[in-house]
C-alpha cells in the first residue's frame, strides 16, 4: 500500500491580523473543532507526564457525546510517563500520528512509528516514552482516546495488542469499487470489545451514499485530505487537522472530491445493551 501520511498539530499563535471568521461551531449534535483552534493556549497537562502537553478534543458532556475521551498527545524527547493512567477502569486506544514512542506493557516494550495502533485493556499495566535522543531527535505526537469499559457477562476481556495500519487490510465497502474501505484493527463481531477505533478511508469521488442515522457516538479526527462532510443539516468543508464531534443519531454522510485520498480515524461505541437507568 502507499505509505500513509498523518496531520499533527504543532500549537503556535497567531498574530494580531488574523481574522476571526473560521469553521470552529459547536450545535446540539455536532461539533467542528478545525486545526486552527489547536493552539498553544488550549493545551492541557497531565498529572505524572513529564514532557507533555496536550490537546483535549472530546470528552464525556451530559447531554452531547457521553462515551468518550480524545486527547492529541505532544511528548518531548525524552519525556512521557511510568504512571498514565489513574481511572483502573478506563480501556484505551493510542495512535501515533509523528515521531516515535516506546510503549511497554507487562514488561514488553514496543516501538510504535506513525501508523502505530495500540489497545489497552483497564487495568493493563503500561508506560509511554519518548527515547529519542536531544540530537536531531523528534516531538511524538499521538491520539489518545480512553473509554470507561462496559462488561458483558459471559464475556472475557479483551487483551492488549500493538500492530500498525500498514499491516492491517482495508476492508472494502460493497460496491464501491475501492472508493470506499475501513482499515479494522478489531473484528465487528469480536464481542469482547465496547468500542471500535478505525480508519475510514475515501478515494476521490468516493461518499457515504446514504445519511447515516445511529446510536453510536462519534470523534472523527481528518488525518488526511478534504471533503465535504454533511453533519445534522449542514454541509461542512473540513480538511487534515480538522476534528468532528457527533452525539448520538446525529445524520451524517461524506463527499471526498479529492485531488487526493480523505482519510479519518473514527471511534464509536458497540456492541453493547443501552444503559436503562441513569447512573
Request: glycine share 8%; with cysteine.
Amino acid at each position: 500500500m502507499t505509505k500513509p501520511t498523518y496531520f499533527a498539530p504543532t500549537g503556535g499563535h497567531p498574530d494580531q491580523t488574523q481574522l476571526l471568521t473560521d469553521r470552529a461551531m459547536f450545535t446540539e449534535s455536532y461539533a467542528v473543532i478545525p486545526k486552527g483552534t489547536m493552539r498553544d493556549i488550549v493545551t492541557s497537562f497531565l498529572p505524572n507526564w513529564d514532557g507533555t502537553r496536550l490537546w483535549v478534543i472530546a470528552r464525556p458532556l451530559s447531554g452531547f457525546a457521553e462515551t468518550f475521551s480524545q486527547y492529541i498527545m505532544e511528548v518531548q524527547p525524552g519525556g512521557g510517563s511510568d504512571l498514565p493512567e489513574s481511572d483502573p477502569e478506563a480501556e484505551a486506544v493510542l495512535f501515533v500520528v509523528e515521531g516515535a514512542v516506546n510503549l511497554t506493557i507487562d514488561s514488553v516494550t514496543h516501538v510504535m512509528e506513525p501508523g502505530g495502533y495500540a489497545y489497552l485493556p483497564p487495568g493493563a499495566k503500561w508506560t509511554l516514552h519518548n527515547r529519542a535522543g536531544p540530537d536531531g531527535s523528534s516531538v511524538a505526537r499521538f491520539h489518545w482516546i480512553r473509554k470507561s469499559y462496559v462488561a458483558a457477562p459471559g464475556v472475557p476481556m479483551p487483551e492488549a495488542f500493538v500492530t500498525n495500519e500498514t499491516d492491517v487490510e482495508p476492508n472494502v465497502m460493497p460496491g464501491t469499487e475501492g472508493r470506499w474501505s475501513t482499515t479494522r484493527f478489531v473484528e465487528p463481531d469480536d464481542m469482547r470489545h465496547d468500542m471500535h477505533v478505525s480508519i475510514v478511508n475515501f478515494q476521490p469521488g468516493g461518499v457515504i451514499p446514504f445519511m447515516e442515522t445511529h446510536v453510536m457516538e462519534h470523534g472523527l479526527y481528518v488525518l488526511e485530505g478534504k471533503a465535504v462532510y454533511r453533519l445534522n443539516q449542514d454541509w461542512v468543508e473540513v480538511e487534515a487537522g480538522d476534528y468532528m464531534w457527533l452525539r448520538a443519531f446525529c445524520p451524517q454522510a461524506c463527499y471526498a472530491g479529492g485531488p487526493g485520498p480523505f482519510r479519518y480515524l473514527l471511534y464509536k461505541d458497540v456492541n453493547r445493551h443501552m444503559p436503562l437507568r441513569l447512573k
